[in-house]
């Protein structure tokens, strides 16, 4: 049995060949069409592997994109996913905080890996990947040089929870000449809030594992983990979780 996962996002669609180990993963920029980018990262998976779309038994979908493809079998929501996907990657897992590009999620599993609790922001982009991508642009900065910046520096004070007023605060402290570094890591700080805020509503475990592209960034990573008071596991590719979790629900189905 192979089964696929395709995890349809914001700014990135995930693919995962899954045999009950991980045969292939892949991620392509969603762009302006959910549809041609899933596609194009399952046929870039089943390359990886070897196959064709004929050797897969079972494909489903997931992210806010997955109304948009009629090849998936199922269509499974992406907090069941990023659930089922960071407990086969570390077993132990018992909470999941995952930031994607528009939403941000902290979600309570089970010993099985399935969904007990969860809190969600979907309402505003403060706490998103969109979030850190527009306050990079008024830095001026790359995402990766938002982190390196933050490195050892004191958080400067962002005290709204919008996005919008964030942005103004940001530009602001700017014409105030506070030091790029002091204003990345009051972002971090900030985001750190947000995920603190969500994590009051659910049970949370120590056993936490960090999903989505947002993972990537060490120094939110830092921040969010010392705002909690937990160390968090963080998947070598924690955007591919969700397809992962996809593909595993194909296989087990």
Known sequence: M?????????????????????????????????????????????????????????????????VSLPIFDRKVTEITCHARGAHFLYPETRSVIDIGGQDSKVISVDEQGRVAEFAMNDKCAAGTGRFLQVMAGVLDVSLEQLGQL????TPARISSMCAVFAESEVIGLLARGTDKGSIAAGI????????????????????VTFSGGVALNRELCRAIGASLGVDMCVPQAPQMVGALGAAIMGFEA
């Open 2 to 66: 192979v089964a696929a996962g395709i995890d349809i996002g914001s700014t990135g669609t995930k693919a995962v060949i899954f045999d009950g180990e991980i045969r292939a993963s892949v991620v392509v920029p969603t762009g302006w069409d959910p549809k041609a980018a899933g596609l194009e990262a399952f046929r870039q998976a089943l390359d990886c592997a070897g196959l064709a779309e004929g050797d897969v038994g079972s494909i489903v979908g997931t992210g806010y994109g997955r």
């Open 150 to 153: 933050a490195v050892g520096a």
């Open 188 to 207: 971090f700080h900030s985001i750190a809030g947000r995920i603190q805020g969500l994590a009051g509503k659910v049970t949370l475990s120590h056993r």
